[in-house]
């Protein structure tokens, strides 16, 4: 694609680095063919393609619009077109500088300002988000139907089998919203690598791994949250850490693009670079280690399981087949899922800021996750799980509790 632009941009890093990636990008559409949002609307302007014109015109001076930021707003950067292009084009992160370029010069209406900023003090900040959702799942009972499927049944991390000091140590990223929505995730994680012989560790000052912050145009607070949790986990990196673990994918992203984002931090490049080439999601690191004696507890029932595959994991991390190989190796009896490309809807925050789009992708997800009735429903993605839950009556679990129960 040729392009021309703006003076404004051309010299800056955004600038440079966008022109290269709209010069990449030819136009062929195969992006619209798997855009859920496309799919949803049929309107050109909110799919892959439409978006990246859009935001050409803005780098090349054009008029920025409040159409535009509504446009772009409704993408939910599952990436999936990324997994489709033939051209190769880094999709996601073009979006994230157009979406800083039309924030910076279109102010949004109050209401939206307000929930943007909530969602980023809520969300960020898991000790405020417990004492909040501990609220609200006190005065469920009470509440309209409507809103109490919002709120997360309350949940129970089971103890961890032992308190053994093993020579291969590894971190976990703890979670924002994790360990008060889905205690027993980072639980059942530290229990089946005990089994490995491997010892969770956890850097208490780690925090967000701002995700939220960057996807809602916030990007020096994200790159704050980044650079405190470099140097909350470096010391342990500093003395063998092996890996940093993720058992949200959506935090395993992110994690994984500290290198490219923080590139230009001369204080930070360096660690930044060690630290995503240190992270690893939970079923990377498993793949590599002997899980012979991982079974069903019953060896004459074959469970079923129906996995849904986070976009944050099979689009963003390429990571494909490498849990449900797992859950085969351990008894599970995979079944197939119609549409597993497509996103459910959740998105981070997409689906409190854009409920309509979101709920019908859920409706469509779950139905293709039901057709074959499963006897479990498992993802990877705490925000995945959390979405699911309020329209699936059985619970919603990740895979990796589903793998811990095979071992007891």
Excluded at 57 to 68: D, P, W
Excluded at 150 to 162: C, D, G, H, Q, V
Aim: glycine fraction near 6%; proline fraction near 4%.
């Amino acid at each position: 694609m040729q392009t021309s632009i703006h003076k404004k941009y051309a010299n800056t890093p955004e600038g440079i680095e966008a022109d290269s990636i709209l010069r990449s990008c030819v136009h062929c559409g195969f992006c619209t063919a798997t855009c859920p949002t496309y799919q949803l609307l049929g309107d050109e302007l909110d799919s892959p393609r439409g978006r990246i014109y859009l935001i050409k015109q803005v780098l090349e001076g054009n008029e920025v619009t409040r159409s535009t930021q509504i446009h772009l707003d409704r993408c939910l950067t599952c990436r999936a077109c990324e997994t489709t292009c033939p051209s190769g084009v880094r999709y996601s992160r073009l979006v994230d500088i157009g979406r800083n370029i039309v924030e910076k010069n279109v102010k949004r209406p109050v209401f939206e300002r307000l929930s943007r900023w909530s969602l980023r003090q809520l969300l960020t900040h898991k000790g405020l988000f417990s004492i909040l959702l501990r609220i609200g799942q006190n005065v469920a009972p009470v509440l309209p139907a409507v809103l109490k499927q919002k709120i997360p049944a309350r949940r129970y991390a089971e103890k961890t089998s032992t308190s053994t000091e093993f020579s291969r140590r590894m971190l976990v990223l703890d979670g924002c919203v994790q360990p008060a929505t889905s205690p027993n995730t980072n639980a059942a994680t530290t229990r089946v690598l005990e089994k490995l012989g491997i010892t969770i560790q956890h850097a208490k000052q780690a925090g967000c791994c701002g995700a939220v912050s960057h996807h809602l145009s916030a990007h020096e607070a994200a790159l704050n949250e980044m650079r405190n949790n470099i140097d909350a986990w470096w010391p342990y990196i500093e003395v063998g850490a092996e890996a940093i673990i993720m058992t949200a994918s959506g935090c395993g992203a992110m994690v994984k693009e500290y290198a490219d984002l923080l590139s230009g931090d001369p204080d930070y490049a360096n660690k930044a670079a060690r630290v995503s080439d240190l992270c690893k999601d939970i079923s990377e690191v498993l793949a590599e280690e002997d899980l012979s004696h991982f079974h069903c507890k019953n060896p004459d029932t074959k469970y079923s399981v129906a996995f849904h595959s986070p976009c944050t994991l099979q689009h963003a991390q390429k990571i494909n087949g490498s849990v449900e190989s797992i859950l085969e190796k351990a008894g599970f009896n995979l079944v197939e899922i119609n549409d597993g490309h497509l996103c459910c809807g959740s998105a981070g925050t997409y689906s409190i800021l854009q409920p309509k789009l979101s709920k019908q992708l859920l409706k469509e997800k779950v139905s293709c996750l039901l057709q074959n009735e499963p006897d479990y429903i498992v993802t990877a993605n705490i925000g995945c799980q959390m979405h699911l839950q309020t329209k699936i009556t059985s619970p919603v679990m990740h895979w990796i509790e589903l793998l811990d129960k095979a071992c007891q």
